[in-house]
């Protein structure tokens, strides 16, 4: 299998993005002995898009895997290769995000990532760590003077394109009226157990491109749900089908014109993940998954706190919960 079965979008920073991604967030995260080679196994199958962020500690794995696949031939050169990682709350301020990127870009081993996104519209204390801040770690979030670091990123060449994650429509909105660089990408929670019908609106009216973060619903993980993998209406079309429900899922998203972000270490997994391309879904089968219980996996009730922006849910979804 190679790449050039992926398919590509290209985004309004003009630059082109695999449509398939392969995450590498993990709690717990494998060892990077064990981590690297598994990105070097998914270069091999035939993915070519990765996704880290800095709080996933799997940025420095991740570069090396890109360079013993240089060093292996699987790719001839870096740019064969369409990195995205995130900039974290606690870095979310006007004067931290260039510091921010180019820590990633040394433990990546890379000049420059392809996409860097703002992973939460929230900002954390510095020293905040990793999930379990307490509430009063939390400061407001200044948007628009993040948002300019973030441009200065982009001019720089440091990040080919730059965008955002978990942001609601609302915000969107509040990002686009200031913004000189619009973003290229919003990635969301997206499964068909919750589809996103406004953000996928909104972003096509706007041409912000959509991805899709845990796009089978990260049962398993510390957080998530069953919706996806349980659901009978996906057994029933994926009995029909030969297809397995993950396919179905995957499949479901592709054709709503969004990327999907996949995680899986095992290989045949890994494979199954991207026999997407070469078969569809009836308009009876599309009917049917628009009859699934709809309810996002993840709350972000982490993001809420007296001293931030968002003193509830409500307030960090703007209502789109």
């Keep these: 299998m190679g790449d050039e079965t992926i398919p590509e979008v290209i985004l309004s920073s003009g630059q082109k993005m ?4 392969m995450g590498t967030a993990a709690y717990p995260l494998p060892p990077p002995d064990l981590l690297t080679p598994t990105i070097i196994n998914a270069i091999e199958i035939g993915y070519r898009h990765f996704d880290t962020a800095s709080i996933y500690n799997s940025e420095e794995a991740l570069g090396r895997a890109v360079k013993g696949a240089l060093e292996q031939g699987l790719i001839k050169t870096r740019d064969e290769v369409f990195i995205t990682s995130k900039l974290w709350c606690t870095d979310n301020h006007h004067d931290l995000v260039l510091p921010a990127l180019k820590n990633t870009l040394q ?3 890379l000049e420059y990532v392809d996409l860097y996104l703002i992973h939460w519209p929230v900002r954390l204390k510095q020293g905040a760590v990793g999930f379990s801040f307490s509430n009063d770690e939390h400061l407001p979030f200044d948007m628009k003077g993040t948002w300019e670091a973030m441009e200065e990123c ?10 955002v994650s978990n942001f609601s429509c609302k915000k969107l909105s509040q990002l686009l009226a200031n913004a000189t660089i619009p973003p290229a990408v919003n990635q969301v929670e997206m499964t068909p157990a919750w589809q996103q019908k406004k953000m996928r609106e909104f972003c096509k009216e706007n041409g912000i491109h959509m991805s899709a973060w845990s796009p089978l619903g990260a049962n398993g993980a510390v957080w998530g749900s069953l919706a996806v993998m349980n ?4 057994k029933d079309i994926a009995l029909a089908k030969g297809k397995s ?4 899922s995957l499949r479901w998203i592709y054709e709503q014109g969004v990327s999907l972000i996949v995680k899986s ?4 997994r890994m494979k199954e993940n991207l ?6 879904l009836s308009e009876e089968e599309l009917a049917m998954v628009n009859q699934i219980p709809q309810g ?3 709350s972000g009730e982490l993001f809420v706190s007296p001293y931030g922006s968002y003193k509830s849910v409500d307030e960090l979804w703007d209502g789109e919960t």
């Design 18 to 21: 695999p449509l398939i991604g």
């Design 107 to 109: 433990k990546l081993g």
């Design 154 to 163: 982009s001019r720089l060449g440091l990040a080919k394109s730059i965008g």
């Design 231 to 234: 659901s009978p209406i996906l």
């Design 245 to 248: 429900v993950a396919q179905v």
């Design 265 to 268: 270490f095992n290989k045949e």
């Design 275 to 280: 026999q997407i391309f070469d078969w569809g």
């Design 296 to 298: 996002r996996g993840y």
